[in-house]
């Protein structure tokens, strides 16, 4: 922890009244970063600002708040606090980190920053790497994520990259800090929490320093990255103008310079969220490019959706509307209203986002679509049938999300699922002989 310390005090020495937002939860990780930039101010010319959010998903967030406050009274340092007051229907993380990052982003322009530090160490680059292996992703995402980002304004800092998660509760003892511990981060629910508890631990055991292995990989294949780029980008230039992509001119190149120009569409439009991006949404827009259709278009993570327009390519914002759709449901689909349908192989989980059928109870192949007027799901565990519509108003669905709301079909019409709302009477019990389970997320 010494190098990290000696670092940061080596990259501000310089700087004169500077204002450093650092991003902190309370956590073993963020307490220690910031109580080192808090020894780094004592050294400096440079005042820290601590960057706090509450989620407001957990009843401990109004206690963890006043610690981190009374943190920053004890160390000199400036508290801003903002609290998430509600949460639309998106995926819960990928929508708190939008918010999360949006009130880093206002500080930064309120103290005129040029850097927001976040806690990221060692064994959190391990965990990314691993789960973007197994999970696929651009050949710029398997690096996880790197030490400097340099975003339009300001550059973000993550210290601890070399660190391990052992190193940083060595500090916590030895300077006597208390923390607060989220116990979400104990729940084998989350992937990452799986890698964390199961798989890391194993590649320690292997070797100790196996971070700073993980730490040369990901700076590798950045390297190489940043190498392939250069190569391709007057190719790029010529093949992808205002972030539309040439499909005749595409067809042209050999098809490791075709994957990486559809990596690099996606790039410009994701940045520094590539963790949403994996291999089967390049697949998805390389099946748009050579589909024989003229005008189609796919799905994809952040509201975003690939359109193919004659011989032209292009990613744009999806703008929610009644136009209809019907898909058939394959291993994964991608939804008009941002969410997820996908295909798993089991799961304990039995609300109203799992659905479990027998493929001798319906007709396949199975369809997602939007309603249409007249729509009737015959409710598991009622007799008769309901209107959607009144199911709707039932759960209160907001008026302007009923249009694209998905309705699961079977190849009759049938109607088997509205997820996160309903199942038919074609859902069975987990208990029961199932051959098919979906999942929206």
């Not at 679509?369 to 108003?393: L, T």
Request: proline letters at 2%.
């Amino acid at each position: 922890m010494q190098e990290v310390y000696e670092e940061l005090i080596e990259k501000f020495k310089n700087l004169k009244s500077e204002n450093i937002v650092v991003a902190v939860s309370g956590g073993a990780d963020s307490i220690t970063l910031l109580h080192l930039m808090a020894r780094v101010k004592k050294e400096t010319n440079i005042n820290v600002i601590c960057a706090h959010v509450n989620h407001n998903v957990r009843v401990e967030s109004e206690s963890e708040k006043v610690f981190v406050e009374d943190f920053c009274k004890e160390n000199d340092v400036i508290f801003e606090y903002m609290k998430i007051e509600n949460y639309g229907d998106d995926n819960f993380h990928n929508e708190a980190r939008i918010k999360r990052y949006n009130f880093f982003e206002s500080l930064i322009s309120k103290y005129n920053s040029k850097y927001l530090l976040t806690a990221h160490h060692g064994d959190d680059l391990i965990e990314t790497i691993l789960m973007r292996i197994v999970r696929g992703t651009t050949f710029k995402g398997y690096s996880g994520f790197s030490k400097e980002v340099k975003k339009s304004n300001y550059t973000i800092l993550r210290p601890l990259i070399t660190v391990t998660k052992d190193d940083i509760y060595e500090y916590i003892k030895e300077n006597k800090l208390q923390f607060v511990e989220d116990k979400s981060n104990f729940k084998d629910v989350y992937t990452r929490n799986r890698y964390r508890k199961y798989v890391v631990p194993v590649l320690k055991k292997e070797d100790k320093n196996v971070h700073n292995k993980f730490y040369k990989f990901s700076k590798t294949i950045l390297e190489y990255n940043r190498y392939i780029e250069e190569q391709v980008k007057s190719i790029q230039n010529e093949v992808i103008v205002n972030n539309t992509l040439n499909i005749e001119k595409f067809l042209n190149l050999d098809k490791v310079i075709q994957e990486k120009i559809i990596y690099m569409l996606l790039e410009n439009k994701y940045q520094d969220d590539l963790m949403l991006i994996t291999d089967k949404h390049v697949e998805l827009i390389y099946k748009l490019i050579t589909s024989e259709k003229a005008n189609t278009y796919v799905y994809l993570p952040n509201n975003l959706k690939a359109i193919k327009s004659y011989n032209n390519i292009s990613i744009e914002q999806n703008i929610k509307d009644s136009k209809s759709y019907e898909i058939e449901i394959t291993e994964k689909v991608f939804l008009p209203n941002g969410k997820t349908i996908e295909m798993i192989e089991q799961s304990e989980c039995d609300d109203n986002n799992i659905c479990r059928l027998n493929s001798k109870d319906i007709k396949l192949p199975l369809y997602v679509r939007n309603r249409k007027n007249g729509d009737k799901i015959y409710v598991k565990g009622m007799s008769g049938s309901k209107k959607i519509k009144d199911i709707f108003i039932d759960s209160k669905v907001d008026y302007s999300k009923r249009d694209s709301w998905p309705i699961v079909i079977d190849s009759t019409g049938e109607i088997l699922w509205i997820p996160g709302l309903k199942k038919s009477k074609f859902n069975v019990k987990k208990t029961e002989k199932c051959d098919i389970i979906l999942k929206c997320y």
